[in-house]
């Protein structure tokens, strides 16, 4: 049964104007170092940045969640696996609310592009 779905859009031209001026760094809170790591392995770092971004923000809505500090976003890592699908690592109040709804599976597509970054991200019992 499906206990939550969110969906997000994020600009990867606004991304790349915040990676020019360096205001995404492990230190601000939202990705990880492994999440860095990843994106900037990419031949468009700005438009991997945007789509783990929007599955951040997807999982966020899924969750039901709302978004009182920075420190939430780095307890969702977004990464590709061993076959190149994207997972959700939920820690901390995100990895509770979870818990709390009996979501037992996570499901997450992502997409992106020169001009943007997409996920949608379905919760299951």
């Known amino acids: 049964m499906i206990v939550g779905v969110g969906i997000d859009l994020v600009n990867t031209c606004r991304v790349r ?3 020019e001026i360096r205001a995404w760094s492990v230190e601000d809170g ?7 790591s990843f994106c900037n392995r990419g031949r ?19 969750l039901g969640m709302q978004v009182e500090n920075l420190s ?3 307890e969702i890592e977004v990464l590709p696996d061993s076959e190149g ?6 820690k901390g ?33």
């Open 72 to 74: 939430c976003f780095r």
């Open 85 to 90: 699908k994207f997972r959700l690592g939920l």
């Open 30 to 36: 939202i990705f990880t170092s492994d999440e860095i």
């Open 93 to 125: 109040h995100p990895q509770a609310v979870s818990q709390k709804l009996n979501v037992s599976r996570v499901l997450v597509a992502v997409a992106s592009s020169v001009t943007s970054g997409s996920a949608l991200v379905v919760l299951e019992t």
């Open 17 to 19: 104007r915040e990676l």
């Open 44 to 62: 468009d770092p700005a438009a991997r940045y945007a789509a783990c971004f929007a599955a951040k923000e997807a999982a966020i809505k899924a």
